[in-house]
């Protein structure tokens, strides 16, 4: 079955420890995104790749990094940097961008130690 | 830059009676507009969209919404609740860009949705 998966599905974090989620899709989506959800905030988009080997920060980039080195993988790592990385993380894939649907991940949940 | 406003962090129905989500977005460009469901601790399903065409929208589980240019509005509707409609909605903005390129979607804060028996 075609989709996208995250891993872990529950994730904690020490103080000063970088964390790395990870993010598949096998829907040959050209388009991955990375939010944050945060109660009664919505979503915020954290990075978001149109294409291998490129990425662009979202809103909200500041104490996260990424990469895209393969299409069908776009990892996230929480740094130490983040000083509140407590929230559900969602991954995101599509075609394209616009009028293109994102298909979403399950999410993973980092909590802080 | 665009935004969403979603009017209600949460809304009440009664089971059987009528739906009705509100989303006013603001654009500078013709949007592209989503709304997305979210049951408890997972992932976004695609409710409906609306990209050109057609501004009365029909979606999965009964819903439908419509696109009112001169409101700025996308407002969700379904005819009748059912229990299995309980979840957190959210709507969402894309907007064309010269030259393309656009970026991820611009989220409301969400409304949870729940079904009185």
């Known amino acids: 079955d075609g989709g996208i998966t995250q891993s872990p599905k529950y994730l904690f974090r020490k103080e000063g420890q970088n964390v790395t989620l990870s993010c598949e899709q096998n829907?040959?989506?050209?388009?991955m995104y990375w939010y944050r959800q945060d109660p009664g905030q919505g979503l915020r988009l954290i990075y978001y790749?149109?294409?291998?080997?490129?990425?662009q920060k979202g809103d909200i980039a500041e104490g996260y990094s990424v990469s895209r080195e393969k299409k069908e993988s776009f990892p996230l790592t929480v740094t130490s940097a983040q000083k509140n990385p407590t929230a559900f993380y969602l991954c995101a894939s599509s075609r394209g961008q616009g009028k293109e649907t994102q298909y979403f991940g399950p999410g993973t949940r980092l909590l802080v130690l | 830059a665009q935004s969403v406003t979603q009017l209600g962090s949460h809304v009440s129905v009664s089971e059987g009676a009528l739906v009705l989500l509100r989303c006013n977005y603001s654009s500078s460009v013709p949007p592209y507009l989503f709304w997305y469901v979210q049951y408890p601790n997972q992932g976004l399903q695609l409710l409906l969209k609306?990209?050109?065409?057609?501004?009365l929208v029909k979606g999965i589980n009964g819903f439908e919404a419509e696109f009112k240019k001169s409101e700025t509005s996308f407002h969700l509707t379904k005819p009748s609740a059912h229990m299995s409609d309980a979840a957190e909605y959210f709507c969402a903005v894309s907007d064309h860009r010269s030259g393309g390129g656009a970026d991820g979607l611009t989220f409301g804060k969400g409304t949870h949705l729940i079904i009185q028996p």
């Open positions: 790749s149109q294409i291998v080997n490129d990425f």
């Open positions: 829907l040959n989506h050209d388009a």
């Open positions: 609306y990209t050109t065409g057609a501004t």
